[in-house]
């Protein structure tokens, strides 16, 4: 998915910015990516309203 690689890479780089190491980095991707694996978008957005992050409105 190429939103899904885009994404990776912007907190790829966020990660290295905010100081984590390549072993951290690589803990959190595999993580996230678990995450989209298992979520579907419509998945995805309901967790994010309800989480309280969304400001503004909607998706």
Not at 39 to 55: A, H, N, T
Request: net charge negative; charged share 30%.
């Amino acid at each position: 998915m190429k939103a899904n690689g885009a994404i990776m890479h912007l907190l790829d780089m966020l990660f290295l910015e905010i100081g984590y190491n390549d072993d951290q980095i690589r803990q959190l991707v595999l993580a996230i990516y678990s995450e989209f694996d298992i979520k579907s978008v419509p998945e995805e957005e309901d967790i994010y309203r309800e989480s309280g992050l969304l400001r503004g409105g909607k998706i």
